[in-house]
């Protein structure tokens, strides 16, 4: 398995303009109450970057690796559905919940079907199933299916993460936990965003949900490179 230090010291300066870009829309902290193009492309940016990330790694390896190549459009559906959101009280909302439904299916088939792992496919189901009964009080006209349907395709995005990671086992790579810590971080900040749009107001919303949406992407674009790093320890053999 690859190291920690490895990976840093590999991976790291390709991740240098997406820090760069995260910290200037939290400087920037454009109010969501005036949307326009230049607040989507600074929401945006810090996406683009991650696009430019794996697109680093060269033609030759996206070619190669289907599952790269598969969480490289995630990220694309990811930048429209964030430029939808930002105009979401203009009714673009469904459209943004459109893109990421789209961006979960690309994931899930990146993470692929193997191992299963029922047990951690259950627990999700569970906690999937207590978030939708959260939000169905509050839930009215198209949302009502919307979001059920939403939630269960990050679910499963999340099960197909999490099921890579079998630490009893020892067979797994920091690739496949990065995933999984990815998988989670989005279905928390997407279930900020359901409580805070439908239930009530979060403190702090915003910050949560951005932060735990940036940190989640970037570990899901790192996950990609494990093909990689897998190619070059057998080279190394």
């Known amino acids: 398995m690859v190291s920690p230090v490895t990976v840093v010291k590999s991976e790291g300066p390709k991740l240098v303009p997406f820090f760069k870009a995260t910290c200037v829309y939290f400087v920037l902290w454009l109010p969501t109450s005036s949307p326009s193009w230049f607040s989507a492309l600074i929401k945006c940016l810090p996406i683009f970057c991650l696009w430019v990330f794996l697109l680093a790694h060269g033609i030759s390896f996206l070619g190669a690796h289907s599952s790269a190549r598969k969480i490289l459009a995630g ?3 990811s930048a429209l559905g964030d430029a939808f959101l930002i105009w979401q009280e203009q009714g673009y909302f469904s459209h943004g919940l459109l893109m990421f439904g789209i961006t979960h299916i690309l994931y899930s088939s990146a993470f692929g079907m193997k ?8 627990v999700i189901s569970v906690i999937s199933g207590l978030s939708y009964t959260l939000l169905y009080p509050y839930l009215s006209g198209p949302f009502t299916y919307l979001v059920a349907v939403y939630i269960a395709l990050i679910g499963f995005m999340g099960w197909r993460a999490i099921a890579g990671v079998q630490l009893a086992n020892d067979l797994w790579t920091w690739t496949k936990l990065s995933a999984c810590l990815g998988a989670v971080l989005f279905m928390v900040s997407d279930l ?5 749009k439908f239930c009530f107001p979060v403190p702090h919303s915003r910050a949560i949900i951005m932060a735990t949406y940036y940190a989640a992407q970037m570990l899901i674009a790192l996950s990609a490179v494990e093909c990689q790093d897998v190619d070059a320890a057998r080279k190394r053999a």
């Open 75 to 77: 990220l694309i559906f």
């Open 115 to 122: 191992p299963l792992n029922l047990r951690a496919g259950l």
């Open 192 to 196: 900020t965003i359901a409580v805070n």
